[in-house]
């Protein structure tokens, strides 16, 4: 009973993961031609790779601050390690740090092609 119930959470993950993937995949296409033509992207766009930091549009000056000491500075690398979609988060190294940025943040953040 327990290895059937292991196999059809097995079943059910990777359907579902499979439909995450093909409904994501258009954010990433949009991202890489945003690379090619304008040079630079939203974070929030973002699949896994590197990529350099280029500047954070804040409102609020508490938050470009805090982005600056956790490392993003203009120029540095940062790796894009997972981007979960529009609601949830994404996962970035910076400087050897791993950070996990709600999406409204990384919305506003741009990128260079690494």
Partial sequence: MMEYLKKAIKRGYE????????????????FDSCLK????????DAGPGVYRF????CDDNKLG???LEMGFVPGEYLTVIE??????????KVKGSKIALS???ADKILLKGG
């Fill in 103 to 105: 999406n409204k943040i």
């Fill in 83 to 92: 981007n979960t979609g529009l609601k949830g988060s994404v996962m970035v």
């Fill in 54 to 57: 280029v500047i954070a549009y």
């Fill in 15 to 30: 359907y579902w993961h499979k439909r995450w993937i093909k409904a994501h995949f258009q954010n990433y296409k949009a």
């Fill in 37 to 44: 033509y304008n040079g630079m992207a939203k974070l929030s």
């Fill in 65 to 67: 601050h805090r982005l």
